[in-house]
């Protein structure tokens, strides 16, 4: 699996942080620190794309809302494909939670 590339102890214990995080504000600060705002604008791009390919949107449709490069949406699409299925984790918790929200 490819997650496995992944592990180590110096990632483990920059997940375990993030972990701790226990609010969006905390993430907004934790994240500011630790990551460009490019980083992070291109992090979160990517599960916009990963989200409007899981609605069946177009390459260009994703393109004109997100700006997102025709490799980068090619990516993400590998990735909910063939991927560690991390994209569709969060994005099934997200989903759960605005229903949860709009009830």
Same mark, same amino acid.
């Given at each position: 699996?490819?997650?496995?590339?992944?592990?180590?102890?110096?990632?483990?214990?920059?997940?375990?942080?993030?972990?701790?995080?226990?609010?969006? =504000?905390?993430?907004?600060?934790?994240?500011?620190?630790? &990551?460009?705002?490019?980083?992070?604008?291109?992090?979160?791009? #990517?599960?916009?794309? &990963?989200?409007?390919?899981?609605?069946?949107?177009?390459?260009? &449709?994703?393109?004109? =809302?997100?700006? &997102?490069?025709?490799?980068?949406?090619?990516?993400?699409? #590998?990735?909910?494909?063939?991927?560690?299925?991390?994209?569709?984790?969060?994005?099934?918790?997200? =989903?759960?939670?605005?229903?949860?929200?709009?009830?």
């Amino acid at each position: 699996m490819q997650i496995d590339k992944l592990r180590g102890e110096q990632l483990d214990r920059f997940f375990d942080a993030i972990l701790t995080l226990k609010n969006r =504000e905390e993430c907004y600060q934790f994240f500011d620190d630790v &990551a460009t705002m490019n980083e992070i604008k291109s992090l979160s791009q #990517r599960l916009k794309v &990963a989200q409007m390919l899981r609605e069946g949107k177009t390459y260009n &449709a994703i393109d004109q =809302e997100t700006k &997102a490069s025709t490799a980068t949406i090619s990516r993400v699409r #590998r990735c909910l494909k063939y991927g560690s299925d991390g994209y569709n984790l969060v994005l099934g918790r997200l =989903e759960e939670k605005d229903q949860s929200t709009d009830e």
